[in-house]
């Protein structure tokens, strides 16, 4: 759903949503990039259209706390919402909904209209990232998979207005990966098209495992205060620093402030992977990059402190689903 910002002179600007959005019938994918000034915000946003999706993200940065919005006319769409940086509340006076998100959490959104206002921290950066789906098409993918997107599906028929869930999550490190695959995608023609379909496709079942788990839990969080979730994050930021020579679980425990107990479930609860999956993940990512600038599989391996070569390729393969020596290839 593209949308329109009132500035503080009753101008309004509409910003995202492509003019015309790409034919069901046509294997292509229409991209646009641009950027905005004005007196109470400024915005890079990008923009993509393919059959059935519509893809937003950017950067914004507002000028005033408040400012007006509202939905421009276009097709329906479910929208999977992603804040990356920085947050704000959005209040919809046509049914008196707000939305609120924080920095790295997301849900979904089925709202057929907005006309309302957002309140934002001024001159602070503000990162989201978007996908859209067509409401036929969203339906038909999602038909039978699960009692908290069939609730979700039933008010999209009614057009009621609703988020799959009173509550954001975190955005957990695979979904961190498949954001920055679709916004880094240099595929052309139908091999983006492609591409851009089936990233979208696993974000969207990232979504709905990720609120699916939610709601079977039952156990309370093992993270009583925010001191003891800063703990997990500055642990996360230490394996990021020191993925080369990583700690072991007890040292990890002491150098983020925390006992082991506490750092193993938090880690877990906040990430949605293990420490030693997460540090996994990391070096994985780190020797897809190696890979592709040129450096060859035995020095990466070595690099990487894998045991043996077969014991990396075995981990890629599984990780990205393709050998090391077919991304050289490629």
Same mark, same amino acid.
């Given at each position: ?150 609730? +979700?599906? *039933? ?5 009621? %207005?609703?988020? &799959? /869930? =009173?509550?954001? !999550? ?96 938090? +880690?877990? *609860? ?5 420490? %030693?999956?997460? &540090? /996994? =993940?990391?070096? !994985? ?46």
């Amino acid at each position: 759903m593209g949308m329109a910002l009132c500035d503080a002179q009753g101008k309004w600007t509409e910003i995202g949503g492509l003019p015309v959005y790409a034919d069901q019938l046509l294997p292509l994918v229409t991209e646009r990039r641009e950027k905005y000034s004005f007196p109470s915000f400024d915005a890079e946003i990008v923009q993509m259209a393919l059959p059935n999706i519509f893809i937003v993200f950017g950067d914004m940065r507002l000028k005033s706390q408040r400012l007006r919005f509202r939905s421009t006319d276009e097709p329906d769409f479910v929208e999977l919402h992603f804040s990356l940086a920085g947050g704000g509340l959005m209040e919809n006076h046509i049914n008196g909904h707000i939305h609120q998100f924080k920095a790295m959490q997301h849900n979904l959104i089925y709202s057929p209209e907005f006309d309302g206002t957002g309140n934002y921290k001024p001159n602070e950066p503000y990162q989201f990232f978007e996908i859209h789906f067509r409401i036929a098409y969203f339906l038909e993918l999602v038909k039978d998979t699960g009692n908290v997107l069939s609730a +979700f599906c *039933e008010n999209i028929q009614k057009n009621h %207005f609703s988020d &799959l /869930s =009173d509550c954001n !999550l975190k955005m957990t490190f695979a979904m961190q990966q498949c954001i920055r695959e679709i916004m880094s995608c240099n595929f052309s023609g139908g091999l983006k098209m492609i591409f851009l379909q089936a990233k979208c496709m696993e974000l969207l079942s990232l979504q709905a495992q990720s609120f699916e788990q939610h709601a079977k839990k039952s156990v309370k969080s093992v993270l009583k205060t925010a001191y003891e979730t800063d703990c997990i994050h500055h642990a996360r930021e230490y394996l990021n620093k020191n993925m080369h020579t990583p700690p072991s679980l007890s040292e990890l425990a002491k150098i983020a402030g925390i006992n082991e107990f506490k750092l193993k479930n938090g +880690f877990k *609860e906040l990430f949605d992977t293990t420490v %030693f999956g997460y &540090l /996994s =993940d990391i070096k !994985l990512i780190e020797a897809k990059e190696q890979l592709l600038s040129g450096i060859p599989i035995k020095v990466i391996s070595e690099n990487l402190s894998y045991s043996s070569v077969q014991h990396f390729s075995t981990a890629f393969s599984k990780k990205f689903g393709i050998s090391p020596g077919k991304v050289k290839m490629n």
